[in-house]
């Protein structure tokens, strides 16, 4: 699961946002009105792609409530964002720091992942921005206006601070992540926000991504690269025909099971030891599996 891909709730489809670690669960970002009663928890389940057995992948856990008052018009409640945080269910794969992309401006034909590289400190008028949804794919324009204050048609709803781009969405692109491309060749991107709304087919407005933060709390949400650390052997070792021996190893960002290969050669070449064995960070090893007189590395 990863952003921009359609999203189900109830008898309504949205876009996933981006995916996101927040107080180390890991979830989703969407909008606050892609679930079933905006500005609370209730437990809304998202489904992927539609709802039915089996399609479940998470359940709404964070939906911070609008005020009143203050900056909010009389009459009217607000918030700072259109958003709410997802926790994924148990066992659910999800990409993070990724967003599906589409063979073009206008597709919906996904062919690969944008990376999200950073978040946008701000965002300016004249600025390229793009968006990823369910409904219209990517599309792409400029920024023409900053920090409106945007009142929800049809609602008594005032979002604060909210930013609009001349470009393309329809329903059920509500959720879709905004963002700039840094590098069209690597497909590596900003993160600006989640679009929430638009007027004519030819703009849309999204929630920034300060916004956005400053409601849920702060959120990781760039992609990590996987990383492991063998920590013993680390070569010179001498181990004696017959003894038992821990390898041991750190990871970071890296689900599922590794395989444990032996170079005797400085990495020249390599034997497989173990394949498929769970990511523990440790594995016994009998010095009769590396053969006698030689140093495991």
Same mark, same amino acid.
């Given at each position: 699961?990863?952003?921009?891909?359609?999203?189900?709730?109830?008898?309504?489809?949205?876009?996933?946002?981006?995916?996101?670690?927040?107080n180390?669960?890991?979830?989703?970002?969407?909008?606050?009105h892609c679930? /079933? +009663?905006?500005? #609370?928890? /209730?437990?809304?389940?998202?489904?992927?792609? +539609?709802?039915?057995?089996?399609?479940?992948?998470?359940?709404?856990?964070?939906?911070?409530?609008?005020?009143t008052?203050?900056?909010c018009?009389?009459g009217?409640?607000c918030?700072? @964002? /259109? $958003?709410?945080f997802?926790?994924?269910a148990s066992? =659910?794969p999800?990409?993070?720091g990724?967003?599906?992309?589409t063979?073009?401006?206008? @597709?919906? /034909?996904?062919?690969?992942?944008w990376?999200?590289?950073?978040?946008? @400190?701000s965002? =300016?008028?004249?600025?390229?921005?793009?968006? =990823?949804?369910?409904?219209?794919?990517?599309?792409?324009?400029q920024?023409?206006?900053?920090c409106?204050?945007?009142?929800?048609?049809n609602?008594?709803?005032?979002?604060?601070?909210?930013?609009f781009?001349?470009?393309g969405?329809?329903?059920?692109?509500?959720? $879709?992540?905004?963002?700039?491309?840094?590098?069209?060749t690597?497909?590596?991107?900003?993160?600006?926000?989640?679009?929430?709304?638009?007027?004519?087919g &030819?703009?849309?407005?999204?929630?920034?991504?300060?916004?956005i933060?400053s409601?849920?709390?702060?959120?990781?949400? &760039?992609? #990590? @690269?996987?990383s492991i650390?063998?920590?013993s052997? +680390?070569?010179?070792?001498?181990?004696?025909?017959?003894?038992?021996?821990?390898?041991?190893?750190?990871?970071?960002?890296?689900?599922?099971?590794?395989?444990?290969?032996? $170079?005797?050669?400085g990495?020249?070449?390599?034997?497989?030891?173990?394949?498929n064995?769970?990511?523990?960070?440790?594995?016994?090893? $009998?010095y009769?599996?590396?053969?006698?007189?030689?140093?495991g590395?």
């Amino acid at each position: 699961v990863k952003g921009g891909l359609q999203i189900a709730f109830s008898i309504y489809l949205c876009t996933l946002g981006f995916n996101a670690i927040r107080n180390g669960v890991p979830g989703y970002v969407t909008n606050d009105h892609c679930t /079933d +009663n905006m500005g #609370q928890v /209730d437990g809304t389940n998202h489904y992927q792609p +539609n709802v039915g057995p089996g399609y479940l992948i998470g359940v709404e856990t964070v939906d911070p409530p609008f005020f009143t008052g203050g900056i909010c018009p009389a009459g009217r409640r607000c918030r700072y @964002s /259109d $958003s709410a945080f997802g926790q994924y269910a148990s066992g =659910v794969p999800f990409a993070l720091g990724k967003i599906a992309r589409t063979a073009g401006l206008g @597709s919906l /034909d996904i062919v690969g992942e944008w990376t999200i590289l950073s978040e946008a @400190s701000s965002t =300016v008028a004249g600025q390229t921005l793009n968006k =990823v949804g369910r409904t219209t794919g990517w599309t792409q324009g400029q920024v023409t206006n900053t920090c409106v204050l945007t009142y929800v048609a049809n609602t008594d709803v005032v979002r604060i601070c909210q930013h609009f781009v001349q470009a393309g969405s329809g329903p059920g692109d509500s959720g $879709s992540p905004v963002f700039k491309i840094l590098d069209p060749t690597a497909y590596t991107v900003e993160l600006h926000g989640i679009l929430w709304g638009g007027s004519g087919g &030819t703009l849309f407005v999204f929630s920034p991504i300060s916004q956005i933060e400053s409601e849920l709390g702060p959120l990781e949400t &760039t992609f #990590q @690269s996987p990383s492991i650390t063998v920590i013993s052997p +680390n070569g010179g070792e001498n181990w004696q025909i017959g003894e038992t021996h821990q390898i041991q190893w750190t990871s970071q960002n890296l689900a599922g099971n590794v395989d444990i290969l032996l $170079s005797r050669d400085g990495g020249t070449s390599w034997e497989t030891l173990f394949t498929n064995i769970p990511n523990t960070g440790a594995k016994a090893v $009998s010095y009769t599996h590396l053969r006698a007189h030689e140093t495991g590395r």
